[in-house]
């Protein structure tokens, strides 16, 4: 189903042909975001994002976006903690273009003095944008609690102070260590041809140098009892994260966590939904996440919720927590956990650029992509007794942590219930 090909210098391109779509999109992953920075170069992944939209040698920031979108297409970027990825979605007679504007920003950037100062305010605009909105703000705080003083614990975006700071050697470096051949997978889904796509890609990126694959520090999971982090702030409402470590990317049983997951909070017809919003009306928002990285994952329940009701609301999310650890699923929910995961990815794939998404995330971070069906199959085998094991392993009280933003005084009776 997949064509891929690996070039002479590490390069890795794999593209996946959508024959009846009109549109193409192309993603340029690169192995470099949060986990690869030290706490002195905090947010220099997302600043480097931002700045390779500013200008190169050949176009101007406005000839950049001017070049896809003047076309009908749309050019964005992200940066997550172990890779940053410049996209584009274009019409399928355009893709060559948006080949050559996205290689183009990352061989040829100016990082001009002036771009570099420009951007430094926006990016401490945006800083202080997360922090005023507490429900994205909280994740950050809970964060901080599972992993502190180390990559993972710091937020993406970065710190004022280390923003502040960054010269443009700084900038220029980390690019030069981490932009190279050995780091990058293309991934491209559309109505495509394998072999033009590699002509053009190997052509493009013919001047980029060979380099060393990155690698990260491993993370370190050190704790013996619940902790609860609380920042006061005057809100309406008191949002929290509550959850704990849950799998890596890789492990066997990363199937049964996301059933798990599903039936907990994954939906509107979970568990947590009905228990907080339906039955009590604590919450207008509950709902429960699962992530994965290279050596460790996390599970979380995020909820905005009544500020005289929080520890009951903290209460009944721990109450369904254990139910996992009692008692099995039902077979009705257990099959109707499978079949939504496996129906968001059926309906998720139909659009070139979530296929994209699936290519160069699984084939950058996992080093091996399954298809749709594969994956679909392993779930369908997830049996009632797999997602208790798992609920066993993750819902661990002596792991959970607990982060809230609102007119709280302090975390003194809030621990008590964890």
């Known amino acids: 189903m997949y064509s891929e090909t690996t070039l002479s210098g590490g390069l890795a391109i794999i593209t996946h042909r959508m024959p009846q779509s009109a549109s193409a999109s192309i993603g340029f992953w690169i192995r470099a975001g949060g986990r690869f920075e030290t706490r002195e170069n905090n947010g220099i992944s997302h600043f480097l994002e931002h700045l390779l ?62 771009h570099i100062e420009r951007e430094r305010m926006v990016i401490l605009e945006e800083i202080k944008m997360y922090r005023d909105f507490p429900s994205a703000y909280v994740h950050a705080l809970f964060d901080e609690l599972l992993w502190p003083e180390q990559p993972l614990g710091f937020m993406i975006v970065g710190r ?57 520090s491993s993370v370190v999971e050190k704790q013996s009892e619940p902790e609860v982090k609380v920042k006061t702030k005057d809100t309406e409402q008191t949002h929290l994260c509550l959850g704990g470590r849950a799998l890596r990317r ?28 339906e039955k009590r009306g604590l919450a207008y928002e509950i709902h429960s996440s699962i992530s994965g990285f290279y050596d460790t994952g996390v599970l979380v329940i995020s909820a905005g919720v009544d500020n005289r009701k929080v520890s009951e609301a903290v209460s009944i999310i721990l109450k ?16 109707r956990a499978k079949e939504f995961i496996t129906g968001q990815i059926v309906l998720g794939l139909e659009s070139t650029s979530a296929y994209m998404h699936w290519l160069g995330e699984n084939k950058l971070l996992l080093e091996k992509t399954l298809t749709p069906v594969e994956v679909t199959e392993k779930i369908k085998r997830i049996k009632a ?7 066993n392993r993750v819902f661990v009280n002596e792991n959970l942590n607990l982060a809230l933003i609102g007119p709280l005084e302090s975390a003194v009776g809030i621990k008590g219930i964890l």
């Open 53 to 114: 939209f500013k200008g190169t040698q050949k176009r101007t920031h406005y000839q950049i976006k001017e070049e896809i979108e003047g076309r009908g297409g749309s050019l964005n970027a992200f940066t997550s903690e172990e890779a940053t990825c410049y996209l584009a979605r274009v019409m399928s007679r355009h893709l060559p273009i948006a080949i050559n504007v996205l290689s183009d920003m990352i061989l040829n950037p100016l990082l001009e003095d002036e």
């Open 160 to 216: 004022e102070e280390v923003i502040t700071s960054l010269k443009r050697g700084e900038i220029f470096d980390y690019k030069n260590k981490l932009y190279n051949s050995a780091n990058i997978v293309v991934a491209v889904s559309g109505n495509i041809n394998h072999e033009e796509i590699v002509s053009k890609v190997e052509s493009a990126f013919s001047p980029l140098p060979d380099g060393q694959r990155n690698h990260f």
């Open 250 to 277: 890789d492990h066997p049983d990363k199937y049964a966590a996301m059933v798990l997951n599903t039936i907990l909070g994954g939906n509107m017809s979970s568990r947590l939904f009905n228990e907080v919003r």
């Open 320 to 335: 369904e927590m254990r139910r996992f650890k009692e008692e099995t699923v039902s077979h009705e929910e257990l099959e």
């Open 385 to 391: 007794e797999d997602v208790q094991r798992i609920a």
